[in-house]
C-alpha cells in the first residue's frame, strides 16, 4: 500500500487519481499515523507556501513518523511542494525549518523570469535512476512553482531542468526520491513516472 500524506497542502486526490491511471493500486489518502506507519511507500505532494506546509506537517504528528520511515528504506516520493520540504531551510517570507533529506535550500527563482514558472519544460538526466526508466530524454513536464530546491551536494540530482537558471527538477537521497513538476499533470510520461515509483515500492516490499 502506497500512502499519500494529507497535510492540508493541495489537491491530493490528482495524485492519487494519477496513480490509479498509472496502473498502480491499494493507494490512499491518509493523515493517519498507523496507516502511514505500516505503509510500503510514502508520497508527499502539495501545492502552497513552504512555511504552512512545515508547520501543518509538525501540527500534525507526522514530521518525526516520515523521517523515521525514510531512516528505515521506506521509499518516498515528494511532488512539489514535497520536493522544497526536503530542504534543511526553505526562504520563503522568512526562514523556515525543513526536513533535511536533501542538505541544502529551497530558494526562489532567479529574477529576469516570470515567476511563478508555469508549463512544460523537459528535463535531462545527469544520471541514471530507476525513476525515470523507459522516460526517453528530454521528455517534458509540467511545473508550476516559485522556489526551487538547491541541494549542497549537487551529486543527488537525477533530473536538470532550466528557467533562467538551470535547477533541480528531481533528485535521490537514498529511499527519497523527489521531483519538482507534477507527474499527475504531465500525460504519458508523468504516469510512467509514477508507475516507475510504484515499481520501486514493489521491488522494496520483496
Not at 54 to 60: D, R, V
Not at 78 to 94: F, H, K, P, T
Not at 123 to 143: M, Q
Request: aromatic residues 8%.
Amino acid at each position: 500500500m502506497i500512502a499519500i500524506i494529507d497535510y492540508k497542502m493541495g489537491n491530493l486526490r490528482s495524485v492519487q487519481k494519477g496513480f490509479e491511471h498509472a496502473g498502480v493500486g491499494d493507494i490512499v489518502v491518509t493523515d493517519d499515523p498507523s496507516v502511514i506507519a505500516k505503509a510500503d511507500g510514502i508520497v508527499l505532494p502539495g501545492v502552497g507556501a513552504f512555511r504552512d506546509a512545515s508547520a501543518n506537517l509538525k501540527a500534525s504528528g507526522l514530521w518525526d513518523l516520515v523521517l523515521a520511515r525514510v531512516a528505515g528504506g521506506t521509499p518516498f516520493l515528494g511532488i512539489c511542494l514535497g520536493m522544497q520540504l526536503l530542504a534543511d531551510v526553505g526562504l520563503e517570507d522568512g526562514e523556515w525549518e525543513g526536513l533535511g533529506l536533501v542538505p541544502g535550500t529551497c530558494s526562489r527563482l532567479p529574477g529576469g523570469v516570470k515567476v511563478p514558472h508555469i508549463g512544460w519544460n523537459t528535463v535531462t538526466y545527469p544520471r541514471d535512476c530507476s525513476l525515470f526508466n523507459g522516460i526517453p530524454p528530454e521528455a517534458a513536464f509540467y511545473f508550476v512553482h516559485s522556489y526551487r530546491l538547491e541541494p549542497a551536494d549537487p551529486s543527488c540530482i537525477i533530473g536538470l531542468a532550466e528557467y533562467g537558471v538551470p535547477f533541480a527538477a528531481a533528485v535521490q537521497v537514498g529511499s527519497a526520491y523527489a521531483v519538482q513538476f507534477h507527474p499527475e499533470k504531465s500525460s504519458e510520461m508523468g504516469l510512467r513516472l509514477l508507475a516507475n515509483f510504484g515499481d520501486i515500492v514493489k521491488e522494496t516490499r520483496q
